[in-house]
């Protein structure tokens, strides 16, 4: 596609329900991070795809939250249990590369946890 | 740890003024540096990409220089307008993740 793409836009969810969140990256990036952004808040790195390698995971909150990318490509975070500590804007990146190229948000999904 | 900041928090201006917002890492190993605008209830825009050799970069009014020896980016707006109006984010790039700052919010008035 044109750009990256995450869906749903927004997601309200009861408290103690699951919830994913799909981001579509552009069209050959090897590399895509997950970063979540709280009302009036800086962005937080959550997690972070190269190719096939391992993913850095280093930023995930709690083992409630996990992430997959599925054939290098499409990638889905999932949040277990929500809190309405996880209400926030989960945004997603990508770029061609690991180093040196530019990276490109979609444009976020807005949870909200009731 | 790496850390960011940006100074101004906040930028309120007339239109047509010249603007400069200023960003500062701590750790100097960068791979790049990296410009956004973000408007409310929108994701991130992709304004500048300085990679860690280069001095500086220009788009249009919008011009960015990076010093890295001495932990510094300056982001210079020239002849701000009212669509100019937005949070401006800083984003340094260390090779596994982007670390961000906490942004400038901007406000032109016409």
């Known amino acids: 596609g044109a750009g990256v793409s995450q869906s749903p836009s927004n997601k309200v969810t009861e408290k103690g329900k699951d919830v994913e969140l799909r981001c579509d990256p552009i069209?050959?990036?090897?590399?895509l991070y997950w970063y979540r952004q709280r009302l009036g808040q800086g962005l937080e790195f959550l997690i972070y795809f190269q190719g096939n390698s391992a993913p850095d995971k280093s930023g995930l909150p709690s083992d409630r939250f996990s992430a997959e990318r599925t054939g290098g490509s499409v990638s889905t975070l999932t949040i277990q249990r929500t809190q309405q500590e996880d209400s926030a804007v989960y945004l997603c990146?990508?770029?061609?590369?690991?180093?040196?190229?530019?990276?490109?948000f979609g444009q976020g999904t807005r949870l909200t946890v009731v | 740890k790496q850390e960011v900041t940006q100074i101004p928090a906040a930028l309120s201006v007339p239109e047509g003024e010249n603007l400069v917002l200023n960003c500062s890492f701590t750790d100097s190993a960068i791979y790049n540096l990296q410009w956004f605008r973000q408007d409310p209830g929108k994701g991130l825009t992709s304004l500048l990409l300085i990679q860690s050799s280069q001095r500086e970069q220009t788009s249009g009014r919008l011009n960015a220089s990076l010093d890295k020896s001495s932990g510094r980016s300056t982001l210079y707006i020239a002849a701000s307008q009212p669509g100019d109006s937005a949070t401006y984010l800083c984003?340094?790039?260390?090779?596994?993740?982007?670390?961000f700052g906490p942004g400038t919010r901007l406000s032109v008035l016409p």
């Open positions: 069209s050959g990036h090897t590399a």
């Open positions: 984003a340094v790039y260390y090779g596994q993740n982007f670390v």
């Open positions: 990146a990508s770029s061609l590369w690991v180093a040196g190229t530019e990276a490109f």
